[in-house]
Nanobody, 121 residues
Framework: QVQLVESGGGLVQPGGSLRLSCAAS????????MSWVRQTPGKELEWVSS????????SYADSVKGRFTISRDNAKNTLYLQMNALEPGDKDMYSC??????????????WGQGTQVTVSS
């Protein structure tokens, strides 16, 4: 019933930009804090960014602060991640997750399948 479907990943050169989308169904996105997380195969999930319910305050991992922007469109029940100035270290599978930072997204356990981001010259 609850589903998160990511899109927008792809191959970009260092310094390039991508916008990831996460379409939510089965719940009202605006009523929950939401996060973007990423994972390299064989390694643990890394929290990237969160947007709070209510007024939608945002937070970011230090590694992406100033380059990534999280947002949502409540009418479309969709979460976004605008990624600018991409670096090779940003190459990962990116998933949206229900819940905010501090491990709350992991406790919730609701994740999407992910969309691959590759940064290479």
């Amino acid at each position: 019933q609850v589903q998160l479907v990511e899109s927008g990943g792809g191959l970009v050169q260092p310094g390039g930009s991508l916008r990831l989308s996460c379409a939510a169904s089965g719940f009202t996105l605006s009523s929950r804090s939401m996060s973007w997380v990423r994972q390299t195969p064989g390694k643990e999930l890394e929290w990237v960014s969160s947007i709070n319910s209510g007024r939608g305050s945002t937070s970011y991992a230090d590694s992406v602060k100033g380059r990534f922007t999280i947002s949502r469109d409540n009418a479309k029940n969709t979460l976004y991640l605008q990624m600018n100035a991409l670096e090779p270290g940003d190459k990962d599978m990116y998933s949206c997750a229900r819940g905010g930072g501090g491990g709350r997204w992991f406790k919730d356990g609701t994740w999407g399948q992910g969309t691959q981001v590759t940064v290479s010259s």
